[in-house]
């Protein structure tokens, strides 16, 4: 990875750790669009980024079919929004599981970390786009009044940036 791309990986970790819930979308059999919200457990240092989950929900099996996925999450408290993209793929890799297991993943899975149905999402991250407004939301409010006002678009709302990997 380039000395750019292990920067801009750095950046997007720092943005999400903190927003453990993303919607994770994927494309189903028909062509259409269908979101699910997800913990995600860790952005590593490859790249991927890393959930739970039972290999019987439906759009698991479609992942072979459909592998390109987007996973959103936001702040909207802290006005951060961050849409990733990547390709997925389903594991069943025992250290993986051991290093990422936490009693509150338990909760989801009858057998714990012996569940037959336990698996992980692994998804390689090719691009991230992010919005992150820094100023307060009263200087947020003012500049968008202040463009109602003279029909201007708002300025320094925040940072917009786009990121490939």
Do not use: C
Not at 17 to 29: A, C, E, I, R, W
Not at 80 to 96: I, M, N, Q, W
Not at 109 to 114: H, I, L, R, S, V
């Amino acid at each position: 990875m380039s000395q750019e791309a292990s920067t801009q990986l750095k950046d997007l970790k720092e943005k999400i750790k903190d927003v453990k819930f993303g919607m994770f979308t994927t494309l189903d059999p028909d062509g259409k669009l269908s979101s699910r919200p997800m913990t995600s457990q860790q952005l590593d240092d490859d790249g991927n980024l890393w959930f739970f989950t039972s290999d019987v929900t439906d759009f698991v099996r479609h992942l072979n079919e459909h592998p390109n996925v987007n996973v959103a999450f936001s702040d909207p408290d802290d006005s951060l929004y961050v849409s990733v993209a990547g390709h997925a793929e389903l594991t069943r890799d025992r250290a993986k599981i051991d290093e990422l297991w936490s009693p509150l993943v338990s909760a989801w899975f009858d057998g714990g970390k012996d569940d037959p149905h336990l698996a992980l999402i692994k998804v390689d991250v090719s691009s991230a786009e992010y919005w992150d407004t820094h100023s307060s939301k009263m200087t947020q409010l003012y500049a968008l009044a202040k463009s109602a006002l003279t029909g201007k678009a708002p300025r320094d709302l925040g940072e917009h940036k786009k990121i490939t990997l």
